[in-house]
């Protein structure tokens, strides 16, 4: 459930009023009327029902400069729903406004992006020389990485070119200071030996690429579904640190054919979280609200999408020859 609060001109609420009605929303009301001839409407609008209100008032409001719309979250409504609307409200997607607002900031290159790369670099580094899971699970965690590949998915889904530039510039950034630091920390710490979990980054198997697209989808269903919590778990479950971390350890060892197997298994996490996104968001009919902007976005679509299955089967025939040559 939401609140929506609506700012038009007053000869704007029986157009809003007419929307409210037509979508069964509940308890419209009107506000106050502002000196400048502004009229405050609000209304209660179940979350399956959020998308179709806000494109409908956009649709009637958008040639209006002053207008305003504002949704709030609800945390309590009583009295209670139905327990058909409580299944209602459970199986809503989040509309491509709340979407956009909760990862495009994830595309942003700024300082605290660097930051977090930084340190969640130093953390799977040492996490990973020193075979400690329990550091290694909290650079996963951290996950900086993960927020540019979903902001991709979703400008793509949109067909926001933007939002996909941003994305995929802030993710090479990324990835770049992570395997540039983890050289340095190879160069000046080495080892005899390599731990089992630096090990376990090198080695890729089918199992990998069935583990990053099922880990991928639920990242973006605990989007559209609004279950942030489960992003925790696929941060762990897809975690594209530790491999860039390992790339980096490798190569700062002069260990070439262990690195080639990490960046492997970064490319085919990358890959997969990525066709996952598209899919589920293709699925959960996440798309513009014009009509020319929807066309734009199919066509966005299914170029991105064919290039990550292609960009995948060629990954899968590597793991194929490479595990044919260890043979």
């Known amino acids: 459930m939401k609140y929506v609060e609506v700012v038009a001109d007053l000869g704007h609420v029986d157009t809003v009023s007419a929307i409210a009605e037509q979508l069964e929303l509940y308890d419209f009301r009107l506000g106050s009327l502002s000196e400048d001839g502004l009229q405050q409407m609000r209304m209660l609008v179940p979350d399956n029902k959020i998308q179709n209100t806000l494109d409908k008032l956009q649709q009637s409001l958008e040639t209006q400069p002053n207008e305003r719309i504002v949704v709030l979250p609800i945390e309590i409504s009583l009295p209670k729903l139905s327990d058909d609307e409580r299944r209602d409200e459970d199986l809503a997607t989040a509309s491509r406004e709340m979407l956009y607002k909760g990862v495009e900031k994830n595309s942003h290159l700024d300082t605290g992006f ?74 000046v710490w080495p080892t005899d030996t390599f731990s089992p979990e630096l090990i376990a980054r090198t080695e890729v198997g089918l199992d990998s690429v069935a583990l990053a697209l099922a880990s991928g989808a639920a990242a973006a269903l605990s989007l559209t579904t609004g279950l942030s919590s489960v992003l925790v778990g696929v941060m762990v479950a897809v975690a594209l640190l530790p491999p860039a971390a390992t790339v980096g350890i490798m190569l700062g060892y002069g260990n070439i054919n262990l690195a080639m197997g990490a960046v492997l298994l970064l490319a085919i996490n990358i890959a997969c979280v990525n066709l996952a996104c598209n899919v589920v968001f293709l699925i959960k009919g996440i798309s513009p609200r014009t009509w020319w902007k929807k066309e734009k976005a199919k066509k966005s679509m299914r170029t991105y999408v064919i290039m990550w299955i292609g960009t995948l089967l060629i990954l899968m025939l590597i793991i194929y020859l490479r595990q044919s040559l260890n043979t």
């Open 114 to 187: 660097v930051l977090l790369v930084v340190l969640s670099t130093i953390v799977a580094a040492v996490g990973l020389i020193k075979d400690n899971v329990a550091v290694i699970i909290g650079a996963m965690v951290i996950a900086p990485l993960l927020g540019p590949n979903l902001a991709l998915g979703l400008g793509t889904a949109l067909g926001d070119i933007s939002l996909v530039v941003k994305s995929i510039f802030t993710t090479l950034v990324g990835i770049a200071i992570a395997v540039s630091m983890s050289i340095v920390i190879g160069f």
